[in-house]
Every structure is written in C-alpha cells, then in structure tokens.
C-alpha cells in the first residue's frame, strides 16, 4: 500500500496554475470586467437596500395585533385597526385564481405537448395558442383589470357581483378579480409545466405506449407524476403573482378595506362582495391613498414581502428537490 | 501547390461519384402501406384462431399464454446425407424429405415460431430505413440484429410492436405476423402488451417500484385490480428479472432511487410481467457499466426459455455472448442472416465479414 503512494506531500487546496494578469489585457477588456463587477454588486446592493428598509420598518412597526384586527373607520392611526381582512382577501384571490388558473394551464400545456404535433393544421393552432398566452402574459395587468370590469358588467353576468340601485351591475367583486387574477396566475404556470412536459424524454412515454398503454393513460400516470413539481414551481409562481398584483384588486375588488359581503349566504356572500388585498391596503395607507397612514403601509408591505420572499425560497426548494431526485430542473421565473 | 490543388479536385470528384453511386443503390421504388380494409379490431380478450391456411405451411398451434419452458426439441437422428458432388462448388448434403423440416427446425430454432416478417420495409417519408426484410423469430431463442448505426436495426425492432406509428411520417409495408396473425389487425394497445419492449435508457416511472410492475399489469379496465391480486404477479415479475432479492425489503420506494443496473431490470421486469411472448431489447446495456451488464446478459439467457427475445446491439462481443442467431444489417438490408455462429464465423456476405471483424463500423 504505502510503496503505491507517492512520498509527496499534496497540496491542500487543488493548486491553479498561473493565469494571465489583467494588467496585460487592453483597457476595452478590463472596463467590461469592471462592468460586469459592478452590475452585479450595485444589484445586490439595490436589493440588500430594499430587503433591509423594508425589514427595518416592519420590524419597527409590526405589532402581532395589526394581524388580527380588522380595519376601521376612524380619524386618529390608533383607532384605524390592523389588516385582518386584507390579509383573508389575498387568501381568497388566491384560492379562487388558481384553481380556474392551474387546471386551464396544465390541460394546455399538455395539449400543447403530447396532441399538438400533429398535423400542419394542429401545429400551427399550437403556435396561435402558444402565442395568446404569451399575449396575455405580456398584457398589463391594468388593462386586464379594465377588460374585466367591462366584463363583469354584463348584465348576464349580474350574479358575480350584485346589482347597484340604479339597476347596474356593479362588476367588482372577489369572483370578478379571482377569475381575471386566474389570468395573471395562468402563463408561468403554462410555461412550468410545458416546459417540465418537453423535459420529459421521449423514451419514457415510449416506455408506457410499449407496455399497451394509451395516450390517455401515460398522461395521467407518467407524464403527470413526472412533472409534478414543474406543476408545484408553477403555483408557486402563479400565486407570487396574485398577491403582488395591485391594479387588478384596485379596479375589480372595490375600494374598501373591510371585506363586504353581499346577499344572504355566508359562503356565497363573501365571493360576490367586496374587500381588500395586502397590496391595495398597502397603496390605501400609503402617502398617495386616502388612509395616509405609512406606519401601517410599511407594516402590510412587510408582510407582503415576507410572503413573496418565502414563496421564491419555495420555488427554489421545489427545483433542487427535483433536481437532486434525477429530473430536469426547468425553473423559468417570469414568462 | 498546383499539383495538390488537382490531387484534391480528383479527391473531391471521386467522393462526388460515390455518394451518386450510393444514392443510386439507395434509391427504391415507391412504397405504399398495405392496409387491409374491412377489419374489425379485435375484442380486448383476444383469443387466438386458427391462422390463414395459405401464410404458413404447418404452423404451431399458437397460444396466448406461452408454454412455462420449451425445451429444444431434440431433432431426430438423420440417416447419413447423400452429397451430390459438382465441381467449383460447395458440396451440399441432400437430405430425403421427410427429414428435412426436422433439420430445418432443429437448425432454425428451439420453440415455436412467434414473429414472421415478409418483405417488411419501412421509410420517414421519401427516406427508406428498412428495405425487404424476410425473417422468422422463434420462442427460445435470442436473435441480435447488429449493423453500423443509422442501417435500419431501431426502426426494424421498433416496427415489430408499431412504435414507428408515433412517428407521423413512417409508412410501413410488408407482412409481420404475430402467431400467424398480422399485427395490423390487433389492437395497438393489445399488440404491445404481447411483444414487450426495453429501452436503451433505463426508465422507470417517477413511482415506486412495486408500482411500476403493476402500472404494466393494470388493464385499461374500469374496475382497478387490488393491491392483494398484484403482489404475487409483481413480484413473480420481479424474480424472474433477477431483481427480487435485491429489492424485496421495500418494494415502496421510488424506482428512480435505483441503480442504473437495477432500473434496467425493473424495466425488463416491466416488460415482462405481463407475460409477453416476444421482448425487444433496443440496446438494452449501452449505457450501464460492464458489471450490470453481465446480470442482464446472464438474464436474457434465462428469458428466452419462455420468450423469443430480439436484441439490437452495437457491441460484437454482447451479439457473440448472447445470440443464437444474428440478422446483420446494412444500410436498410438485411445482408445476413443465421445462427449466430455462422455469422461471426463464417460469414458469406463480404459485407458481414468485414463488419464482423471490425473493418468497419
């Protein structure tokens, strides 16, 4: 054994060899070595200056009780209550965008991959489809609002909402915002799962089809389980999305802070009324809303990040857990 | 200079004229898709019937379920052969008659005869992969089709239980009998539960073990079968692909955690757990490490006493391990065909013998 190992002392760390010195480079190549430093440290920073104010100011303003207190009316900050009720609103936007958001995204997505590369006129039915969402995830989310409000303002469509006393329909409410927040929710979870289904090989569905297994069925237990945390990265995503989303909630979800429900049913009542999400409480309180209260701003705009921060951490945690079990990481942030 | 200017102008013509001569070998007539019209699918529970007197001559009575282990027959002891001896050529004995399907079975193979191609060629569109291959494959025996690659042996293996259908632009024609049966006529789903295949990448389904031998067992039936009446059959699979012993103290865990080695032979347990007649090897240990490759040769040598097994591969010394007899391919032909042993031995094709010796590849 001892007469294999060479009698020399290694070196710790792998040595490098000797590497060219940027003094003999030319000055055109050394600034964008600069550049290129600087970028990356001046973003850091920008985001280090966000995070740590934003946290400095929550901590310096959160108190446990603004969680579970609701909003109120009132003319001093010390009555006006906490952010109860936005808090619910941005629970309820969220567990109404996805479930219309994630199903729509995935039987898509699936379309897209394992129907659409069929014949020429399927092929290019894929690309116009392909192309709307790109259109829809392109589309400011204002003018989203905008249509929606158009929308919801059917008379046909009076039952999402409620009607006003002048017999129009009053078009905001949180089904109206859920549904077009479904729309803000749908690309990244499109494009996670597209993406997941392309990163399947072809051999595994070959595999299935071999064993005397049809289209249908390989879907739904090979493909599908393969690309369940494309799926889980893409609700991620999507929800990120919903609750960092103002305008949608400022034009569709009406202008109060308290949640308002309307009609009789309790369950019913809450989805056709109105509220308010973290985000608009947020603008609401802020120096350029009616409240003006930044103390609570701050506070509300800390929990906001605190929960777009963890969702991000989740993602990243749904990828490596992927990728460490031998799949193909396929993590696409924003479409 | 001007002199190697010429020398490399005359190079470049005479490659020109090869690739012409080439393309004029390659080029075939127009192919067509045989489709027989007025057939109805089979029903799900398919049962054999008696085949088509005019396709085989004295076909063995087929059946669903093979039987457990057939032995090679052995081939009745034929009287001394009588050689006619002609000049400048090889003699060859003459047999009476009555012996000759005897010899001929004995030589061809152990067990019934499973797979029959007639004059099966395959193209992607204007391109011809496979030109008019003609050959029987036997239960209890191992037949390696080899070949440099892009000569046609995947799209062959592959035409065998209809993958190339996935592939829009094939087009198919010839006869490929299964049991006497055209494959055209079965159900695709039906076809591919009874001519199993195995991948050149190992690819279990992201589900546990257990499951992946029950995914291939589970018809497409409303009614799902217990876990109770799956275990013994699972695991039945699981054994008989070598893998039991290894996996038997938690057949719960993901497929994926495996080996390599290991997650090929869960996918020949795949395979073979529904009780296929005929398995497909499509390079079936390219991408494992010469020790789980040993198993599974080791493996396919106990399948084919219940299977005819057809196995494409790149490696020579895998054909000369595990085949009994070898079908050499060359761009699209099927140049030879034979026990393996004439074939790497002697070889009656200059193409085969070159192949064989590694003159090319």
Redesign the interface.
């Known amino acids: 054994m001892s007469a294999l190992v060479p009698d020399v002392a290694l070196p710790a760390a792998p040595q490098r060899g000797r590497r060219s010195s940027v003094r003999t480079w030319r000055w055109s190549d050394r600034l964008v070595l600069l550049a290129a430093w600087g970028a990356g440290l001046t973003l850091c920073a920008v985001t280090a200056a966000i995070v740590l104010y934003m946290g400095y100011r929550g901590v310096q303003y959160l108190r446990p009780a603004l969680l579970f207190s609701r909003p109120q009316v009132s003319q001093g900050q010390a009555g006006s209550g906490g952010f109860l009720d936005p808090l619910l609103g941005t629970a309820l936007l969220t567990v109404i965008g996805i479930p219309i958001a994630a199903p729509l995204a995935i039987c898509c997505a699936l379309w897209i991959v394992e129907y659409g590369q069929?014949?020429r006129v399927r092929r290019s039915l894929t690309r116009v489809v392909e192309s709307s969402i790109e259109i829809v995830a392109g589309t400011p989310d204002i003018v989203i609002a905008l249509f929606g409000l158009a929308i919801f303002q059917l008379h046909v469509l009076s039952f999402v909402s409620f009607v006003g006393e002048g017999g129009g329909v009053y078009g905001r409410s949180f089904l109206a915002a859920g549904t077009m927040m479904s729309l803000i929710a749908l690309p990244p979870l499109f494009v996670a799962t597209r993406d997941g289904l392309l990163a399947v090989?072809a051999?595994?569905r070959?595999?299935?089809?071999?064993?005397?297994?049809?289209r249908i069925?390989t879907i739904r237990?090979?493909l599908l389980?393969?690309v369940?945390s494309n799926i889980a990265t893409g609700v991620t995503l999507g929800v990120s999305r919903i609750i960092a989303d103002t305008a949608i909630v400022i034009v569709l979800l009406g202008d109060e802070l308290r949640l308002a429900p309307q009609g009789g049913a309790p369950g019913l009542g809450l989805l056709r009324g109105t509220g308010s999400t973290l985000t608009s409480y947020v603008f609401d309180n802020s120096p350029a809303g009616e409240g003006d209260a930044p103390q609570k701003a701050y506070a509300a705009a800390f929990v906001l990040m605190l929960f777009v921060l963890l969702l991000n951490l989740a993602v990243e945690r749904i990828a490596r857990a992927h990728a460490s079990?031998?799949?193909s990481v396929a993590v696409t942030g924003v479409v | 200079m001007r002199d190697v200017h010429n020398r490399y102008k005359l190079y470049c013509v005479n490659l020109y004229r090869e690739e012409l001569t080439l393309k004029t070998i390659v080029r075939t007539p127009q192919m067509t898709v045989e489709r027989t019209p007025g057939i109805a699918h089979t029903p799900r529970d398919w049962q054999p019937t008696p085949p088509v007197p005019t396709v085989q001559p004295a076909p063995p009575a087929p059946t669903v379920q093979p039987a457990p282990t057939v032995q090679p027959a052995p081939p009745v002891q034929p009287a001394p052969p009588v050689r006619t001896i002609v000049l400048d050529r090889d003699p060859e004995p003459v047999r009476p008659p009555e012996q000759r399907e005897a010899v001929r079975r004995a030589l061809e193979g152990a067990g019934p005869e499973r797979l029959r191609l007639r004059d099966v060629a395959v193209a992607y569109g204007a391109k011809v992969a496979v030109r008019s291959v003609s050959l029987s494959i036997h239960q209890g025996e191992v037949l390696a089709l080899i070949g440099p690659s892009g000569c046609g042996k995947t799209t062959l293996l592959r035409t065998l239980n209809r993958l190339t259908e996935l592939t829009p632009s094939a087009t198919r024609s010839g006869r490929i009998l299964l049991d006497g049966h055209d494959i055209h006529e079965l159900e695709d789903t039906a076809l591919r539960a009874r001519v199993a295949m195995v991948f050149q990448q190992p690819n279990p389904f992201p589900m546990s073990i257990f499951d992946n031998v029950a995914f291939a067992l589970r018809e497409q039936s409303r009614r799902r079968p217990r876990r109770a009446e799956l275990e013994p059959l699972v695991i039945d699979a699981l054994r008989r692909a070598g893998l039991y012993e290894e996996v038997k103290d938690d057949l719960h865990r993901p497929a994926l955690r495996l080996s390599g080695g290991q997650q090929q032979r869960l996918c020949i347990a795949r395979a073979i757990a529904p009780r296929p007649e005929v398995l497909l090897m499509d390079e079936p240990c390219s991408a494992l490490d010469p020790i789980s490759t040993g198993i599974i040769e080791e493996l396919i040598h106990e399948l084919r006493r219940e299977l005819a097994v057809v196995i494409v591969t790149h490696n020579l010394a895998q054909a000369h391990r595990v085949a009994d007899k070898v079908a050499f391919m060359y761009l699209g032909d099927l140049v030879e065909y034979g026990p393996a042993r004439q074939v790497f031995e002697e070889p009656r094709a200059p193409r085969t013998r070159d192949y064989v010796r590694g003159a090319f590849g």
């Open positions: 069929g014949g090989p051999h595994m070959e595999a299935a089809y071999a064993l005397g297994k049809t069925a237990r090979v389980p393969s369940r079990s031998g799949g």
